[in-house]
């Protein structure tokens, strides 16, 4: 693997349940991402929060990009129970040198939750 992989996190993403007063879903979902990172040292993947990723029909929502890799949108996450899925889906993007994983290798979570898959940018000559 030659690049690090970033996984963006919406922080906003609101599920109808949050009360009003706290943490929304997606700063839920964040927290426990970065709780189930730093429980696997080396792991080749940098978790960025972001105000919005506008997918607020489907939250939680997360993107996985990669320098030279398509990116992938997923929504409909669970923050009580998706980390772990997230991070382990995400290794098995990183270990591509496309970024595509073989749609049964994917966790189902990813199968269900694609909202999109955007290709690589362009390498400027």
Same mark, same amino acid.
């Given at each position: ?12 993403? %609101?599920?109808?349940?949050?009360? *009003? ?10 927290? *426990?991402? *970065?709780? #189930?990172?730093? #429980?696997? @040292?080396?792991?080749?993947? %940098?978790?960025?929060? $972001?105000? +919005?990723?506008?997918?607020?029909? %489907?939250? +939680?929502?997360? #993107? ?15 923050? #009580?129970?998706? &980390? ?9 993007? &990183? ?6 994983? @073989?749609? /049964? ?5 990813? %199968?269900?939750? $694609? $909202?999109? /898959? ?6 400027? @000559?």
């Amino acid at each position: 693997m030659s690049d690090p992989v970033t996984l963006y996190v919406c922080t906003t993403c %609101r599920d109808a349940a949050d009360p *009003a007063d706290g943490p929304r879903a997606g700063a839920r979902l964040h927290d *426990a991402l *970065a709780e #189930a990172l730093a #429980a696997r @040292p080396g792991a080749p993947v %940098r978790i960025e929060p $972001v105000e +919005c990723l506008s997918v607020c029909k %489907r939250p +939680c929502t997360v #993107a996985v990009a990669s320098p030279g890799r398509w990116t992938y949108i997923y929504g409909d996450l669970d923050p #009580a129970i998706s &980390a772990d899925i997230i991070l382990d889906g995400v290794g098995l993007y &990183a270990g591509t040198p496309d970024g595509i994983v @073989p749609w /049964r290798e994917r966790p189902q979570e990813f %199968r269900k939750g $694609v $909202v999109a /898959r955007i290709p690589p940018a362009p390498v400027e @000559p």
